[in-house]
Structures are given as structure tokens and as C-alpha cells.
């Protein structure tokens, strides 16, 4: 069980007599001969202090107004509402919002295009074009969804994983049928 004290400094609100957020205060327990350990903690506070201390996932963007030329790797979620002219290489996901253009390779787990992509994606597990998407260059996917409108120019790879590319490529195909 948590206990908690209400402290007020001199000055706040509460000092005052009006209503104010608290601040709790954990209340320590003595236990004999003049030890004194911090009480228990309640399994949802103690959930919540490790929910709190987990980072929230965080997303770069590229404005729309802006136009980068360059490369982009790391991990995190990224998403693109401008112009970039350069490879993408992500652990998280990558989104080309409508109107965005990127010129370049996209390896991520995760791609929805929605803007206009001139290159090729490569190891993805997902791909979402969306109704505004465009590419031109070759995908690679274990997954691909394929919104009405959308356009694309290039060679399309889904559903294979490496044990199914293995496979072909030890029979003499070179390329899934």
C-alpha cells in the first residue's frame, strides 16, 4: 500500500487556503532500530511510474515547405511532407504524406507512400500505397496494399521470405513466378 504525504511550500497555493495540484510526497516507514525504508509501492503506481519512464515514440518530420537533399538512417519513425532527395534507411516506420516527394532508395519496416516516390523500396515488411501515392521503381515486400487511384512503374515483390527466395534460387529460378 502507497502512502502519501500533501506537502505546500510558503507562498503556494495550498498555503493559502485555495485549491491547488498536488504534489505527493512518498511517506517512508521506520523499521526498528532507527532504520528507515521507502513503503511499498501499489502495483498501478509502480506501473505507472514504468509506462512513465519508457520514451514515447517519436517521429521526425520534413515540412512541407522544405526541400533537403542527403541521407536518413537510423531508428524512429519518419515522415516526409516535403521534398528529399536522398536513401532512407529506418528501423521504424517512413510515410511520404500527399504532396511529398522523395527521390531515393527506402529501406523501413513499415512504408506508406502517399506522395511521390522516384526509387525503389527495399525489405519492407508492410507497403501502403494510398489513393495519392505514386511510385516509380521496384518494391520489395513481405506485405503490400494497394489503394484504388494510386499509380505505380516498376516490379512488384510480395508474400516471399528468404526461406521461399532460397528455395527458387536452388532449383535454377532465379526469379519468383
Do not use: C, Y
Not at 506522395?115 to 527495399?122: H, S, Y
Amino acid at each position: 500500500m502507497a502512502l502519501w504525504k500533501e506537502t505546500s511550500s510558503p507562498g503556494s497555493p495550498a498555503a493559502s487556503g485555495t485549491p491547488a495540484a498536488h504534489s505527493p510526497t512518498p511517506v517512508t516507514e521506520l523499521h526498528g532500530k532507527g532504520t528507515e525504508r521507502a513503503a511499498p509501492e501499489a502495483p498501478a503506481v509502480e506501473a505507472a511510474r514504468r509506462t512513465a519512464a519508457r520514451p514515447a515514440p517519436v517521429e521526425s518530420v520534413i515540412a512541407a515547405e522544405l526541400t533537403i537533399e542527403g541521407k536518413i538512417s537510423g531508428s524512429g519513425d519518419v515522415r516526409i511532407a516535403g521534398r528529399f532527395k536522398g536513401d532512407v534507411q529506418v528501423d521504424g516506420n517512413f510515410r511520404i504524406d500527399a504532396g511529398a516527394r522523395l527521390e531515393g532508395q527506402v529501406r523501413a519496416a513499415v512504408v506508406v507512400v502517399g506522395g511521390e516516390l522516384q526509387g525503389n523500396i527495399d525489405a519492407a515488411k508492410q507497403v501502403d500505397v494510398l489513393s495519392t501515392g505514386v511510385i516509380v521503381g521496384d518494391v520489395k515486400a513481405a506485405s503490400i496494399t494497394v489503394a484504388a487511384g494510386s499509380r505505380m512503374r516498376g516490379h512488384v515483390e510480395f508474400g516471399w521470405d528468404d526461406k521461399h527466395a532460397a528455395a527458387l534460387e536452388l532449383r535454377g529460378n532465379t526469379r519468383p513466378v
